[in-house]
């Protein structure tokens, strides 16, 4: 579970020059922020190095070439695009 500092923290480097990023990824912050592990934590802050645009063809499915230990975290923002 995430510190509200972490929270916090991850909630800024979750804000995107992208509107579509940003819209998936406020979603997943709103309903399971607070709730993420510490690999979940590890591996969505792995995606967000990538540029906006590589993260959106994830997200939206265009590729399935992303680093290897964020396959659940991939999943569950690709969940979370297709939910809303």
Do not use: Y
């Amino acid at each position: 579970m995430l510190s509200d500092v972490d929270l916090s923290r991850l909630r800024w480097r979750c804000r995107r020059g992208f509107l579509e990023n940003d819209l998936v990824l406020e979603r997943l912050l709103s309903a399971r922020g607070n709730q993420f592990t510490d690999d979940e934590h590890t591996q969505l802050k792995t995606l967000l190095e990538l540029d906006d645009n590589a993260l959106w063809d994830i997200i939206a499915g265009r590729t399935n070439e992303f680093p290897a230990d964020t396959s659940p975290m991939v999943q569950t923002l690709r969940d979370t695009l297709t939910k809303h």
